[in-house]
């Protein structure tokens, strides 16, 4: 299991990266005259991800802790109920997520617009990585512990 603090640091760089690219993005773009001058084009996709990573945090903070909250193996089930209880639990809380960053990558799909597309597919597939590397911990013979002498 990664360490929350790791997670954290990971997540945070992710809504960060997300929104310095957009920020880059959407202002060169205006620079260009991509956009009309008339419009308030380049506030609205601004404002709405960085509206987006506030709302997102708790969440990504939620799932940075559910490796640690979840202690599986000291449940009183058998191997099989347990982990597939907890392949479960990690596909609910991770499946928003997933989601979410791959709507934004959809959205956000188009001419002059691919490289904010990707920092969302790169949040979609960090957090899958995760997922997978959540469940995979589950199907350990059981909790760590030190080797024998």
């Known amino acids: ?14 809504l960060l990266l997300i929104n310095v690219a957009t920020y880059a993005v959407v202002t060169w773009n205006q620079s260009l005259c991509v956009y009309p001058p008339e419009g308030d084009s380049i506030a609205i996709p601004i404002g709405g ?5 506030v709302r997102a945090a708790p969440y990504l903070l939620v799932l940075a802790m ?10 009183n089930l058998s191997t099989r ?8 639990i990690f596909v609910v809380f ?13 959205y956000w799909v188009g001419p ?3 490289s904010i597309s990707a920092t969302y597919a790169l949040a979609a597939a960090a957090l899958l990585a995760f997922l997978i590397v959540d469940v995979r911990h589950l199907f350990c013979s059981g909790p760590r512990t030190e080797a024998r002498k």
């Open 94 to 106: 991770y499946s928003p997520g997933i989601l979410g960053a791959l709507l934004g990558t959809t």
């Open 112 to 114: 002059n617009h691919y």
């Open 66 to 75: 559910l490796g640690n909250l979840v202690h599986i193996h000291s449940w």
């Open 1 to 14: 299991m990664l360490k929350f603090a790791v997670r954290t640091a990971l997540y945070a760089f992710t």
């Open 81 to 88: 109920r347990r982990r597939l209880v907890g392949t479960a």
């Open 49 to 53: 991800t960085v509206m987006l990573s």
